[in-house]
């Protein structure tokens, strides 16, 4: 029997490769999950029961969170990046990561064959099988639910006549959590108009009033929450359950997939959002405008390259090295509001702050120049744009 690893998430379609390939292919079957961030132990471990009465040889959960920030993660916040200015990547993000690690897995086991539940419509597809071709060339690619083009009704007969009567409940929302941000697509999402409800986002509204909170970051990384230090991990996790409730980060992104079709996607992001925001302001205080724009331009090709599968591109690496080398200065605390569907970025404190008033003060007063010196240089400013008029007016 040849041996075949199945990305495992514990839903219909993967539940059916699994059972597909063991009953039909006569494969022997082994599953993986790839945790970045989205699962808790009682759903592990109800996957991994799971996995096990479907009849699979083994399974085994792998947690990459850590890694996913110190790879990813962290140069986002130092891009400040939101894909179309709006979506902090949330999904697309953590495929990479998912991907590797499961060619990894298959190659400590010895596995010939990798199987993944995508179908043929989204991006997700390319995403897994382009990291598992240059990673593992030699390792085949089986994608059963695109390969057969089954509805979702032909895998659950299929599951129930092999004895596997799962209540599939088709869910009204299709739903990815990971650690930064929660994906919410279907029926709204899947017209150009109309907004997700209430009851469609997993964190519902429970706080009113208004709260502020402080974040403290050291050379661009968040490392402590009102005056707590903590990992970077842990502080995204707990900022978004403070904010979460406020119903703060939620949006709608509309983008191109890499399959060429538009697609639209409802999300929840507070802590990510939040994130970005703050850091976005700190570095308007401490970096020159030069610096802003250069990273400006770099980390919106790092995020698109991210979000076509080009995650294993040396030229990422490149991008991440300018984006870290940024970061030098960008230390400080900054304050945020958050208020029932809302938060304001609320203002700064950094040794570095560059609008020292030992320079001047903006509209007010200047202290490094005089006025004859504003006179001279905003005659040699304006020189070549009297040359032109004067020649061609």
């Not at 993986?32 to 808790?40: E, H, P, Q």
């Not at 990894?104 to 086991?109: M, N, R, S």
Request: glycine share 10%; net charge negative.
């Amino acid at each position: 029997m040849e041996k075949v690893l199945v990305a495992f998430s514990g839903g219909l379609d993967t539940s059916f490769c699994v059972k597909y390939l063991k009953e039909e292919k006569g494969m022997e079957v082994h599953t993986a999950l790839v945790n970045t961030g989205g699962f808790s132990e009682s759903e592990l471990q109800t996957i991994t029961q799971k996995a096990a009465e479907l009849g699979s040889a083994s399974h085994v959960n792998i947690d990459v969170t850590e890694e996913y920030y110190q790879k990813c993660i962290r140069y986002m916040i130092y891009g400040n990046i939101l894909k179309n200015s709006t979506y902090p990547l949330s999904v697309s993000s953590e495929r990479a990561f998912q991907a590797i690690a499961i060619v990894e897995y298959a190659k400590k086991i010895g596995a010939k064959h990798i199987a993944h539940g995508s179908t043929g419509a989204g991006n997700d597809q390319v995403r897994f099988d382009l990291i598992f071709q240059v990673i593992a060339p030699e390792i085949n690619i089986i994608t059963p639910i695109r390969d057969l083009t089954i509805s979702r009704q032909d895998e659950i007969d299929f599951l129930k006549k092999h004895g596997y009567d799962f209540p599939w409940a088709k869910a009204k929302y299709s739903i990815n959590q990971g650690l930064w941000g929660t994906s919410v697509g279907g029926v709204e999402t899947l017209k150009a108009n109309g907004e997700l409800p209430e009851e469609a986002y997993p964190t519902q509204v429970t706080k009113n009033g208004a709260e502020k909170v402080h974040i403290e970051f050291v050379k661009g990384e968040a490392v402590a929450l009102n005056g707590k230090k903590m990992g970077a991990v842990e502080l995204i996790r707990e900022l978004g359950k403070i904010a979460g409730p406020y119903g703060v980060g939620r949006d709608t992104h509309v983008g191109d997939t890499i399959i060429g079709i538009k697609g639209r996607v409802g999300f929840e992001a507070a802590a990510p959002l939040i994130l970005i925001k703050a850091h976005h302001l700190l570095e308007k205080h401490v970096l020159t405008k030069w610096q802003q724009y250069w990273k400006e331009q770099l980390a919106n090709w790092y995020g698109m390259l991210l979000h076509e599968a080009q995650y294993l591109e040396p030229v990422m690496r490149d991008i991440e090295k300018f984006l870290e080398s940024s970061q030098e200065t960008v230390t400080g605390s900054v304050e945020v509001k958050l208020q029932p569907y809302h938060f304001s970025i609320v203002g700064c404190t950094s040794k570095h702050d560059l609008m020292s008033s030992k320079f001047g003060e903006y509209g007010e007063i200047n202290k490094a120049f005089t006025g004859d010196d504003v006179k001279g240089f905003t005659n040699i400013l304006s020189m070549q744009m009297k040359i032109w008029n004067g020649v061609n007016r």
